[in-house]
């Protein structure tokens, strides 16, 4: 049996705050992977020509016909007062459905330009769903850069799904956070053999179909990011389960087995069910260990997933942490993650870009975790980078992905190996 | 307010960015909150740029919009150039930060920036978009550059061709090159060679690889060339009036157009003038022999026999306004292709577009909604498709072959090979690229022809279909016995049959894009006319059955049998 949370030594991490210019992206960007949860909704920014080349470029929209989200441009008559933007807003919504009659959920999606115009899209939200006679629910919520990172977005889309939910005392685990849909039915099976039957996920795969909440759910988180949902959770009655985040083995373990704990299953069920795949997914992960061990590794902030992973690459990969970066600091839902990592890491919050990469040069480790506007510049001063957007949208979750989780971080690193130029 | 879902230009500001990062020394400072550093990627991504473009982003969020966001401006400014040292500044802001007016430009003018020249870009992000953009930020920088070098008015322009009196070759500025253009980098390669060729030197080509001091340079070159419109027509218009430089304006993509823009170029610098005079006494020694028409093998390869199969085939074109109207005129008179659209989302360069298309018995589509271009697409039948890299896409959804001629880019239109599309080289690799997607889809209908795989038909088909889109999806019979992409049946009595809707996901793109004409006369095969359509040879048998519907919908039959389709044959034959 691995090490648990129980037996960690507790630690306190190094803090170091910055402020400065970011290298991250806004909220927007979690539509990419949202609307792939829920091919019911449609997400509708509400913002400028910027906002729909990022998410376009952060996507790769063109392989669609046509996605499930788009952008509503504000133009100069919009800002001019020219043309009432709440009557454009409704028209092209209209027009929107009209084509697109298969749409549950239409999310307006808040923007830089909408926020700091003070557009009210939830007045807009509440005309155009009474408009719609409930065939069509519009929601909003804020994926603005001014006001939430990258992950951030899909915190407050869940936010904005909260009302919708029917109250219930009933006993549930809710799996709160996106999951690949395999990945989601793997826990759910798991869990039905520990004995937890009425297992739901939030966000689930039909808008429509929002899992009921109250005094007898059990929020188990399965991102890292979902400070604001967690705590209306809460209000609602909930129970927030405390456990590490489920990357890696370990991780995935330890998530799980306080799922297990939390509904009173006996821990003999429990280790019967998990120690296979521990062992199983111990033994996956043993190749990528060899190329990963000793290895020196920085995370750029980015997806808010970089203290788990830290954490994963360090106590089951043997990689030594440099600097574990995180666009912000959430100490109520990293309790568990911060107290796994080793003592004294290193651990920055916020970013002044250039000042960090001057520390990334100072150290030269031999694995950065970054975003795609820094990782060739890295490569071409000869160090090596793992693509950070690639997290969130593989499936990575569980113990049974633990092999293909650190593949992600090895296989760099075995490139850099197989190539020869001379 | 406008519904976009994808959008071929970004905004104003990623202009500006691309003529930074194309330059040496040049430092950009952006007003924008967090995330508009997205930008960066398509630089390090696309381009694969081994460095960051260089550009300093405030990033402000919600929690400064209450404090002091002008001393964050100021602070930002004075950090970057402290840092990055630059021989040029440009300031400006994204969307977002124009809203909250700060100003950055006025804020960096009242700053001790220790001398170095400072461009204060003012770029409407909610009126106008990236070419324009890069366009107006090229202009501005070399404006301010070259604002203290104006001569007075009233004085005589320069003569183009006193390079005879000043004893050196003539020389020119290449203007408008920038990362993210379509084959900048190698069409500057090829345009050099050219004209060194003919006895021309490049004095500054810019903004690409150019330093601040080099665009100091360019009132000394003896014209300029206007290598690409989108960004480089508002410098070269103001170059013309101040420093009364002439313009070369022909851009060189194709044969006719290469020879147009070496003629234009050498008669301006009076260079045919003395090109004669040397031949006529002594042979000039040392010069190298220059390059014709016949140094491309894109005449040669068109006339040879094997290319005969490209006759009239049908190409839709959509593009940049320079890329497009270079692609018509090629398809059509280089390439003996028919040119059934033509249309560009250069709105600036419209015009052009236009009178390139009245040219073909066409009206432009001039539009930025890549829906009305793929249904334009879909509407026109083309054969092979010449777009960017949404119009590959769409092409793929309507089984049509295509190759990529303009911007938007993707990671694969910059080739680690030398591949320009201006000059002589550019027009074999023109050749190449337009041609070889054909073969493909020639290929790919011999493998439909002989392949009868069941998952093969459901859905498994590479994007290389059979043949234009308005064809029926089940109108080649080998597919017909495979039910499942055979949703539709052509040969059914009913009209409630002949459009229902495909059940297979691969073809229902396909039925619901159909050009909309069949809804106005339900046209049906008999039997015998199926037959009859089948004895011929596969390769054209798209085409037959195209034009005999054309036919029989222009005289009102509704039934297409053997007789029909014979008529039609004569009739086309005139």
């Not at chain 1, 992960?285 to 994963?312: C, N, T």
């Not at chain 2, 307010?1 to 202009?15: A, D, I, R, S």
């Not at chain 2, 345009?191 to 060194?196: E, H």
């Not at chain 2, 005289?555 to 029909?564: N, P, S």
């Amino acid at each position: 049996m691995g090490v648990s949370v129980a037996d960690a030594a507790p630690s306190s991490p190094e803090l170091l705050k910055q402020s400065g210019q970011r290298e991250v992206f806004c909220g927007l960007t979690s539509i990419v992977w949202l609307h792939r949860r829920m091919p019911d909704a449609f997400f509708l920014v509400v913002g400028s020509r910027t906002c729909a080349h990022l998410v376009q470029s952060a996507a790769g929209v063109m392989i669609f016909a046509e996605p499930r989200f788009g952008t509503a441009i504000l133009g100069e008559r919009d800002l001019a007062g020219l043309a009432d933007a709440n009557e454009e807003l409704d028209r092209l919504v209209r027009d929107l459905l009209e084509r697109r009659p298969e749409i549950r959920t239409l999310f307006l999606v808040g923007s830089c330009p909408s926020e700091v115009i003070k557009l009210d899209l939830s007045r807009a939200a509440e005309r155009l769903t009474s408009q719609f006679n409930g065939r069509v629910r519009v929601l909003n919520y804020s994926g603005s850069g001014i006001e939430t990172t990258f992950t951030q977005g899909e915190d407050n889309a869940l936010l904005a799904l909260m009302p919708l939910m029917p109250s219930s005392n009933e006993s549930q685990l809710l799996i709160v956070g996106t999951l690949a849909d395999a990945v989601e039915d793997r826990f759910v099976s798991l869990f039905a053999k520990m004995g937890i039957e009425a297992v739901r996920s939030l966000p689930p795969r039909r808008s429509t179909e929002l899992p009921p909440v109250g005094k007898g759910t059990k929020v188990l988180l399965a991102q890292p990011f979902l400070s604001g949902t967690s705590r209306a959770l809460v209000s609602r009655g909930a129970e927030l389960i405390n456990a590490p985040y489920p990357f890696g083995v370990e991780g995935s373990r330890d998530w799980m087995a306080a799922a297990a704990a939390a509904f009173g299953v006996d821990p003999a069920r429990v280790a019967a069910v998990l120690d296979p795949l521990v062992e199983r997914g111990r033994r996956a992960l043993a190749p990528h260990r060899q190329v990963l061990e000793g290895k020196r590794l920085f995370l750029m902030p980015d997806s808010q997933m970089e203290i788990p992973l830290a954490r994963f690459l360090s106590r089951e990969c043997g990689m030594e942490l440099v600097e574990v970066g995180t666009p912000y600091l959430d100490r109520q839902l990293m309790a568990q993650e911060l107290a796994l990592l080793p003592s004294g890491t290193q651990v920055s919050e916020g970013q002044d870009v250039e000042r960090q990469l001057e520390r990334v040069r100072a150290a030269r480790p031999d694995l950065v975790v970054c975003g795609l506007g820094l990782a060739n510049p890295l490569e071409a001063e000869g160090i090596a980078t793992k693509w950070s957007i690639e997290l969130v949208f593989s499936p990575i979750h569980g113990c049974d992905q633990a092999g293909d989780l650190a593949e992600l971080f090895a296989r760099p690193l075995r490139r850099r190996q197989l190539l020869t130029f001379s | 307010m406008e519904l976009t879902l994808w959008t071929y230009e970004g905004p104003p500001h990623v202009g500006a960015m691309r003529i930074a990062a194309s330059m040496e020394g040049v430092h950009y400072v952006l007003h924008a909150p967090q995330g508009d550093t997205y930008a960066d990627l398509l630089f390090t991504m696309i381009e694969r740029r081994d460095r960051r473009p260089p550009v300093t982003y405030t990033t402000f969020q919600a929690r400064d919009l209450g404090g002091d966001t002008a001393e964050l401006v100021q602070r930002t400014i004075a950090d970057a150039v402290q840092r990055f040292q630059p021989e040029a500044l440009l300031v400006g802001e994204s969307c977002t930060a124009e809203l909250i007016q700060d100003q950055p430009g006025a804020l960096a003018a009242g700053m001790d920036l220790g001398g170095i020249p400072m461009v204060s870009l003012d770029l409407p992000a909610y009126s106008k978009k990236e070419n324009w953009g890069a366009a107006e930020t090229f202009y501005q920088l070399v404006r301010t550059l070259l604002k203290a070098q104006v001569p007075p008015p009233g004085t005589p322009k320069p003569s183009p061709q006193r390079w005879q009196q000043e004893g050196r070759r003539p020389r020119v500025n290449l203007l408008g090159p920038t990362l993210l253009g379509f084959r900048c980098r190698d069409d500057v390669k090829e345009i050099t060679g050219l004209l060194q060729e003919h006895g021309i030197d490049v004095a500054v080509v810019a903004p690409l690889g150019a330093r601040p001091a080099d665009l100091l340079r360019l009132p000394s070159a003896d014209a300029n060339v206007c290598l690409y419109p989108e960004v480089a027509d508002s410098v070269c218009s103001w170059l013309e009036r101040s420093f009364g430089l002439p313009v070369v304006r022909t851009v060189p993509i194709g044969i006719s157009a290469t020879e147009a823009f070496l003629k234009e170029i050498t008669t301006l610098l009076g260079l045919d003038a003395a090109v004669e005079a040397a031949t006529q006494g002594e042979a000039t020694p040392g010069r190298p022999a220059t390059t014709t028409a016949s140094s491309s093998r894109l005449p040669w390869y068109s006339r040879s026999v094997d290319s005969t199969y490209l006759t009239g085939k049908r190409v839709f074109i959509f593009g940049d306004a320079t890329h497009a109207v270079a692609a018509a005129r090629i398809a059509s008179k280089e390439l003996g292709f028919e040119v059934v659209g033509l249309g560009s989302y250069s709105r600036e360069q419209a015009r052009e577009v236009r009178a390139a298309a009245k040219e073909l018995g066409l009206e432009a589509l001039i539009t930025d909604d890549y829906l009305a271009v793929e249904k334009a697409m879909a509407d026109a039948a083309p054969e092979l498709v010449l777009g960017t890299q949404m119009e590959r896409h769409s092409a793929k959804r309507l089984g049509v072959p295509c190759a990529v001629i303009s911007t938007p880019l993707h990671v694969q239109d910059v080739p680690a090979r030398y591949a320009p599309q201006m000059g002589w080289e550019g027009a074999n690799v023109i050749f190449d690229s337009w041609v070889h997607p054909l073969m493909m889809g020639l290929e790919e209908h011999l493998i439909g022809m002989f392949r009868h795989d069941f998952e093969f038909v459901d859905g498994h088909r590479s994007h290389l279909g059979d043949g234009a889109p308005s064809m029926t999806p089940a109108a080649d019979p080998v597919h017909q016995g495979h039910g499942a992409l055979a949703g539709v049946t052509i040969s059914a009595p009913e009209p409630a049959l002949a459009t229902a809707p495909a059940s297979a996901g691969a073809a229902t793109a396909t039925a619901t894009l159909e050009a909309p004409s069949s809804g106005v006369l339900e046209l049906h095969w008999s039997p015998d006319g199926e037959a009859e359509l089948h004895k011929i040879p596969f390769f054209v048998r798209s085409k037959v059955r195209r034009n005999t519907e054309t036919f029989a919908r222009e005289r009102g039959i509704a039934l297409i049998d053997a007789e029909t389709l014979y008529d039609a044959k004569a009739h086309l034959s005139h």
